[in-house]
């Protein structure tokens, strides 16, 4: 399956008031509603929409969708994994083809979907190392805002299955996803989480667009979206501080694809984290897999448990 990457998440929220608030300062626009109640939130990039959020009784997780290249990607879906047709009616239209991964969660593949301009952004900014890479001369630093960042796109997920080696097989044999790292514990054969980055053949794309954990329950572990880089992370950190918000961790950096992360909870009990600088890999790059006690570092800035990252 030639997927381009994550299009957008579909969620059911226990205070959708509280959550949209939360979703205005952390940087989501609303993009538009439908008259079944569902609310449609976009970022500053091309994309229509990055989430759907409905209200509901509980919070959790009521679909994936993955962008794909052709209306033939969608024809294959249907003819070898029996995927079902149905139309979009979120903003910019487009078609689909539902399928439903071994956890029974819906995952929509989505084509045509009218792209919008994208916001005009700030000039990046020029960062000074040490040595000799100073390429910021005469010019004094500019800041970014104290306010929502711009969020470029939604860039991963990470995900809580109950049947990791059942999901692990259905990811990559149905959607093609390659393992760029995967841990185990106890021994080899006992794998029990893995990050996935899509097959672009020699285009490099994000260490991981899909992170899973066998964690015992079927839900969303966290949504991702990508910004500028570290020092807007620093800003919208203390941006989100000063509205009240409840962090989760950050900003720290990963270990495992390298990026700068800053995670918040939303009021129905979703993670939201800004990454920025991942590691990027095409389909060459050979997985590194190893136990998970030599991994668990969460933060390479921090000697918190990981254990907090999961609570």
């Not at 970022?43 to 052709?70: P, R």
């Not at 952004?121 to 000074?128: E, K």
């Not at 306010?147 to 990470?158: E, M, T, V």
């Not at 996935?196 to 969303?220: C, P, Q, W």
């Amino acid at each position: 399956m030639a997927l381009t990457g994550l299009h957008h998440v579909h969620l059911k929220a226990r205070d959708l008031p509280g959550t949209l608030a939360f979703t205005s300062d952390f940087g989501l626009v609303e993009a538009g509603r439908s008259s079944d109640g569902k609310v449609y939130l976009r970022g500053a990039g091309s994309a229509a929409y990055h989430v759907v959020l409905e209200s509901a009784d509980t919070s959790s997780l009521a679909g994936l969708a993955f962008g794909v290249d052709s209306r033939e990607d969608l024809q294959r879906a249907i003819s070898q994994y029996s995927g079902t047709r149905l139309a979009l009616s979120g903003p910019g239209g487009g078609e689909a083809v539902q399928l439903t991964d071994p956890e029974g969660i819906p995952v929509h593949l989505v084509y045509g979907v009218a792209e919008r301009k994208p916001d005009p952004l700030p000039d990046p900014m020029i960062f000074n190392q040490g040595g000799n890479n100073q390429p910021r001369k005469g010019v004094p630093q500019v800041l970014p805002e104290l306010a929502p960042p711009a969020l470029f796109r939604l860039g991963h997920i990470g995900l809580f299955v109950r049947n990791f080696a059942a999901c692990d097989a259905w990811y990559r044999e149905v959607l093609g996803l390659l393992p760029s790292d995967q841990m185990w514990v106890g021994q080899p054969s006992n794998m029990i989480g893995g990050f996935y980055r899509i097959n672009r053949g020699k285009e490099f794309v994000d260490h991981h667009t899909v992170a899973m954990f066998a964690f015992g329950k079927s839900d969303l572990h966290h949504l991702s979206f990508e910004v500028q880089n570290s020092a807007v992370q620093f800003r919208s950190h203390r941006w989100l501080e000063r509205k009240g918000h409840k962090l989760v961790w950050g900003v720290g950096r990963h270990i495992k694809g390298s990026h700068v992360f800053d995670v918040w909870r939303c009021p129905s009990g979703y993670r939201f984290e800004t990454f920025s600088d991942t590691d990027l890999f095409d389909a060459d790059y050979p997985v590194s897999v190893y136990n998970v006690s030599e991994g668990a570092d969460m933060d390479a800035w921090s000697d918190r448990a990981a254990a907090a990252y999961f609570e």
